[in-house]
C-alpha cells in the first residue's frame, strides 16, 4: 500500500513516539534522557532492543528532521521514503513485540538416561547430526552430553585400561562435561535472548555453548518442550 508523504511521517513520528515510550517504561529512568541514552540503558535489559541499537538511533536522527519545526504537524520538513518506513516499522515490531522461543522452537526433544549405553546414544547422534543430547541425571535435572564430552572420555580410556565400548553408561562418560555446555531458558524469551546468549559465549571465552534447551517455566527440572542450536539462528529470518 502506498501512502501519502503527509501520511508517512504521521505513521513514522507516531511509531517512533510507541517506542520511546515502551524504552521509557523499560529504563524508568528518573528524569529525561535523550533518546540515544534511553537506547543504551534499555539495551542491557533488552536483547530485541540490543540488536536494533544502532537502527534506533539513525531513526532518531530521520525523527529529529521530521520534527524540527515550531509549526509541525501542519508544516512537515522532512518526510520519510517508503522504504525507510517499511524498514522502521520492522525495527519497531522487533523491539515491541520479538518473536517469542516457542512456537518458533518447538520440538519433541528425545531425553537419554544415565542407563542408557553409549553406542545407542552415538548412533542416534549420527543419524540426527546432532552434536550432543539431553540426558536425565540422577536426581531428575537435565544435563547435556556432546561430543567433546565424549572424545574426552575416549582420550581417557585410549590412555587408560581398556574397556568395551558396547557395555558403556552414560553415567560414566557424563561426568567429563564441564558445566555451561547448555543454558535453559523459558518459552517467553525470544530468539534476539537465544542469539545473545551464544554471542556472549563467544566473546566472553568461555566453555563453548551448545545448545539452549526450552522447559515450560524455565527449569532444569521440567521435560524440554524446545530445542535451540547456533545453527538454528543462522537460519532465523528475523536475524541479520
Known amino acids: 500500500m502506498v501512502t501519502f508523504p503527509v501520511d508517512r ?4 513520528i507516531q511509531l517512533f513516539n510507541r517506542i520511546e515510550k515502551f524504552l521509557s517504561q523499560l529504563v524508568n529512568p528518573k528524569k529525561v534522557v535523550p533518546f540515544s541514552q534511553l537506547v543504551e540503558a534499555a539495551s542491557v535489559l533488552s536483547a530485541a532492543v ?4 544502532n ?3 539513525h531513526f532518531a536522527k530521520l525523527r529529529n528532521a521530521i520534527v524540527h519545526d515550531v509549526d509541525y504537524p501542519p508544516h512537515i520538513v522532512a518526510v520519510p521514503s517508503q522504504e525507510a518506513l517499511l524498514r522502521f516499522t520492522q525495527v519497531a515490531q522487533e523491539v515491541l513485540d520479538p518473536d517469542p522461543l516457542i512456537p518458533m522452537f518447538a520440538a519433541q526433544v528425545r531425553c537419554f538416561s544415565l542407563d542408557d549405553t553409549l553406542p545407542g546414544v552415538l548412533r542416534f547422534m549420527r543419524i540426527n547430526d546432532f552434536s550432543q543430547v539431553i540426558v536425565i541425571g ?6 547435556m552430553l556432546t561430543v ?9 580410556k585410549v590412555e587408560g585400561d581398556q574397556i568395551s565400548v558396547n557395555k558403556v553408561t552414560l553415567d560414566s562418560v557424563i561426568d567429563l562435561e564441564p558445566p555451561g555446555r547448555f543454558i535453559i ?3 517467553d524469551k525470544t530468539i534476539f535472548d537465544a542469539a545473545d546468549a551464544f554471542t556472549n559465549s563467544v566473546h566472553c571465552e568461555a ?3 551448545y545448545a539452549i534447551v526450552i522447559t515450560e517455566n524455565g527449569s532444569d527440572m521440567d521435560a524440554p518442550i524446545g530445542f535451540v542450536t547456533p545453527w538454528d539462528l543462522v537460519h532465523s529470518p528475523r536475524l541479520r
Open 55 to 57: 537502527d534506533l538511533k
Open 50 to 53: 540490543k540488536a536494533n541499537k
Open 185 to 187: 531458558m523459558s518459552p
Open 207 to 209: 566453555t563453548r555453548l
Open 138 to 143: 540422577t536426581n531428575g535435572r537435565l544435563t
Open 9 to 12: 511521517a504521521e505513521e513514522f
Open 148 to 156: 567433546e564430552g565424549i572424545t574426552k572420555w575416549l582420550a581417557d
